[in-house]
């Protein structure tokens, strides 16, 4: 049975940082790409990064470039998202989901075939 669980999150002040964790079982995580969502209250949910784990490739959406930071522990089967320089308006329930590569349009969410439950980070100014 393929799961990605992701945890991690918590309740932290503006400037902290942060680090998720997406475990995965039931299929190799060098075999896919691993994506971060995240949804804040009333909005849509949006792309945050992918790393092709295979190469260590990344993206990452405008809001977060320069503060986040995706990659992964093949040895563990756990892909990790580093938050630093948090804001308010990262507050939302993040996500890690799994794809074949990313390609095209990284966050299309259609594209990603496995979810994780989500975790709350929670940012005050």
């Known amino acids: 049975e393929v799961q990605l669980v992701d945890s991690g999150g918590g309740l932290l002040q503006a400037g902290e940082s942060l680090r998720l964790s997406c475990g995965v079982s039931g299929f190799s995580v060098d075999d896919y790409a691993i994506g971060w969502f995240r949804q804040a209250p009333g909005k849509e949910r949006e792309g945050v990064s992918c790393?092709?784990?295979?190469?260590?490739?990344?993206y990452y959406a405008d809001a977060v470039k320069g503060r986040f930071t995706t990659s992964s522990d093949n040895a563990k089967s756990t892909v990790y998202l580093v938050m630093n320089n948090l804001k308010p308006e990262d507050t939302a329930v993040y996500y890690c989901?799994?794809?074949?590569?990313?390609?095209?349009?990284?966050?299309?969410?259609?594209?990603?075939?496995?979810w994780g439950q989500g975790t709350q980070v929670t940012v005050s100014s």
């Open positions: 989901a799994a794809r074949w590569v990313c390609g095209g349009s990284y966050f299309a969410k259609g594209q990603y075939n496995y």
């Open positions: 790393i092709n784990v295979n190469d260590g490739s990344t």
